[in-house]
């Protein structure tokens, strides 16, 4: 497992752990499990909410079943989706884990929903500030011009007060954690564009089966590579 940290006030605060560790996913899947923690995730690009329970962990199989969820629009999208992005607590950590190919099983007599098992896994303290997900109607673009590095956009996913968020980019761009972009653009449909520094805390990539992007306003064969940045307005 990998882990960071930033400085606050002087202090280390713990910000995000990955680990591909089947066995060590399998732990904290079936402890939230057992703990009948819900399980969350967004669809249609966050106009629907899927909310459900995971049934059963088989890291051997390589799958996970949950519950249906509440909603049956959001039930539909799933089925419509390679891959989905779920999100739940577990103990003081928050937990987001990628599933792919939901597919409807019976499990104990009851309809629910199978998945293939994560690949990876990713926990983080809650922050100080909580994160707030960017509507699809106010997309946030922010667009990348600075010295020594090749210009692109990246969508803003969700950002705090404090300044940490998401963005999205295509894949062939690496970022590295440290890296400080300089002088970005962030554009508002609402508001005036601001310039701001950008620090990368964290970046990975996520591919669906067929080679197409995952995340919205993004297509092709690359992939989306998903970036935790914190923002210095200039």
Do not use: W
Not at 39 to 60: C, K, M, N, P, Q
Request: aromatic share 4%; with cysteine.
């Amino acid at each position: 497992m990998s882990r960071e940290s930033i400085h606050h006030n002087g202090k280390a605060e713990p910000v995000e752990s990955l680990t591909r560790s089947r066995t060590e996913i399998a732990e904290i899947l079936a402890a939230v499990a057992s703990a009948e923690s819900p399980v969350t995730a967004y669809l249609e690009s966050g106009e629907l909410l899927f909310v459900t329970r995971i049934r059963h962990v088989d890291a051997d199989a390589g799958r996970i079943v949950v519950n249906y969820g509440i909603s049956k629009p959001a039930n539909a999208a799933l089925f419509s989706t390679k891959a989905i992005m779920l999100h739940c607590e577990h103990g003081h950590l928050h937990v987001r884990f990628l599933a792919l190919s939901p597919v409807e099983v019976e499990y104990q007599g009851e309809p629910a929903i199978q998945m293939e098992f994560p690949e990876y896994l990713l926990q983080y303290r809650r922050r100080m500030h909580h994160r707030v997900r960017i509507p699809p109607q106010l997309r946030m673009k922010c667009i990348v011009e600075c010295p020594g590095v090749i210009s692109f956009d990246m969508d803003v996913q969700d950002i705090s007060r404090g300044g940490v968020g998401m963005v999205v980019h295509d894949s062939d761009i690496r970022l590295d954690p440290g890296t400080v972009l300089r002088g970005c653009l962030i554009k508002h449909p609402l508001h005036h564009p601001l310039r701001a520094d950008l620090e990368i805390r964290h970046s990975s990539v996520v591919q669906l089966p067929d080679g197409k992007c995952l995340f919205a306003g993004t297509s092709g064969p690359g992939g989306a590579a998903t970036t935790n940045c914190t923002v210095g307005r200039r």
